[in-house]
């Protein structure tokens, strides 16, 4: 067996340490060296050739967003950012996302024995996934076109969106095209507790919709994207003609919270034929079952294709369990998304 070969950059020797333990203690992979600071890891990647990149942010000699930025454009390959500055969901974060990282993780308590098993097991989660990674689609720009219709869709129509591993970086895609007037939008993104509201802002900033992070009991409204915070399941439930959210603390569905099939079923319960369901680039199978509820439940269906995929790890199972009416690109998922309901509208008028 071919094991992941892991380089890591960052100027802590502890932490240097730490990770090259955690990645050794792998059967799987192996740490081929590490690095304090970018300068070193341009010439340590040249010679060991590395499938995945554990990157700092805060560092000497060259800051680890613009080292990513370089890595980027001149030799593309899985990066997955492990830094203190991820802990505070901070603009940092969403950086490194956007310039192509895979995923991020905070680095751990060192006072926490618990805490830094379950941190090992995320940090070799990662990195599997990061080495099946498809670079093309992270390092596209999203489309600024803007998809716009006059169409009054009525306030039962609903869209629901689930992703994972790259999904930031669709989700900015999907949303950025979508007009004031589309229905509300409901997405769970597997992220942890203090980042989702740094990533509604940002998102806020970039399209015309509204996006906001979610707020147990509030009215769902058209023209706004609502984003589960992290640690929060989010479900909706019938408020006169539309939907009100409503969050919860219970266990983690398919190792989750916020879990997609948490959402899904709860749409294809209450909004059933007015709503569409799309699940985006991610690992594992969390919202495959919810999205086929909501095509058994009249909703119409999506998933995101292989080739656009980053991971494609959940559309693929919700495809197997044929809970997918389409797949589709995903510069094409936003303008399937208002086309459904509009043929439906049009349906109805006859």
């Given at each position: 067996m071919n094991k992941i070969r892991v380089l890591?950059?960052?100027?802590?020797?502890?932490?240097?340490?730490?990770?090259?333990?955690?990645?050794?203690?792998?059967?799987?992979?192996?740490?081929?060296?590490?690095?304090?600071?970018?300068?070193?890891?341009?010439?340590?990647?040249?010679k060991f050739n590395p499938d995945v990149l554990t990157l700092d942010i805060d560092m000497p000699r060259m800051n680890g967003l613009e080292f990513l930025s370089r890595l980027m454009?001149?030799?593309?390959?899985?990066?997955?950012?492990?830094?203190?500055?991820?802990?505070k969901g901070s603009a940092a974060t969403l950086n490194a996302l956007e310039l192509g990282a895979v995923d991020f993780i905070a680095k751990p308590d060192a006072r926490e024995v618990k805490a830094i098993d379950a941190w090992a097991s995320q940090v070799s989660e990662k990195i599997r996934t990061a080495a099946k990674v498809t670079l093309t689609q992270?390092?596209?720009?999203?489309?600024?076109?803007?998809?716009?219709?006059?169409?009054?869709?009525?306030?039962?129509?609903?869209?629901?969106i689930g992703s994972s591993t790259g999904g930031t970086e669709a989700l900015r895609q999907?949303?950025?095209?979508?007009?004031?007037?589309?229905?509300?939008?409901?997405?769970?993104?597997?992220?942890?507790?203090?980042?989702?509201?740094?990533?509604?802002?940002?998102?806020?900033s970039l399209c015309a919709m509204s996006v906001k992070e979610a707020v147990d009991g509030e009215p769902v409204l058209t023209g706004t994207a609502y984003i589960a915070p992290g640690d929060y399941h989010m479900e909706i439930e019938r408020f006169g003609k539309g939907y009100q959210i409503r969050l919860n603390t219970h266990q983690?569905?398919?190792?989750?919270?916020?879990?997609?099939?948490?959402?899904?079923?709860?749409?294809a319960k209450h909004a059933g034929q007015h709503a569409t369901g799309a699940i985006l680039t991610g690992m594992g199978g969390d919202g495959a079952r919810g999205l086929l509820a909501m095509r058994q439940a009249g909703a119409h269906t999506l998933a995101q294709s292989e080739k656009s995929c980053v991971v494609f790890g959940m559309p693929r199972e919700?495809?197997?369990?044929?809970?997918?009416?389409e797949v589709a690109d995903l510069d094409e998922i936003a303008r399937r998304l208002l086309d459904s309901f509009i043929r439906n509208t049009r349906a109805k008028a006859r």
């Open positions: 890591c950059v960052d100027d802590s020797a502890l932490m240097r340490n730490i990770i090259s333990a955690v990645v050794n203690q792998q059967p799987d992979m192996e740490m081929v060296a590490t690095a304090p600071d970018p300068i070193t890891a341009r010439e340590l990647i040249k454009r001149l030799r593309p390959m899985p990066v997955v950012m492990i830094s203190s500055l991820t802990a992270q390092v596209s720009a999203p489309t600024q076109t803007k998809l716009l219709t006059a169409t009054r869709l009525g306030e039962e129509k609903i869209i629901a999907v949303l950025m095209p979508l007009p004031p007037s589309c229905p509300a939008v409901l997405i769970a993104q597997h992220m942890p507790p203090g980042f989702t509201r740094s990533f509604a802002q940002r998102l806020n983690p569905v398919n190792r989750h919270r916020p879990s997609v099939d948490v959402l899904f079923h709860s749409v919700a495809i197997a369990l044929q809970a997918a009416i």
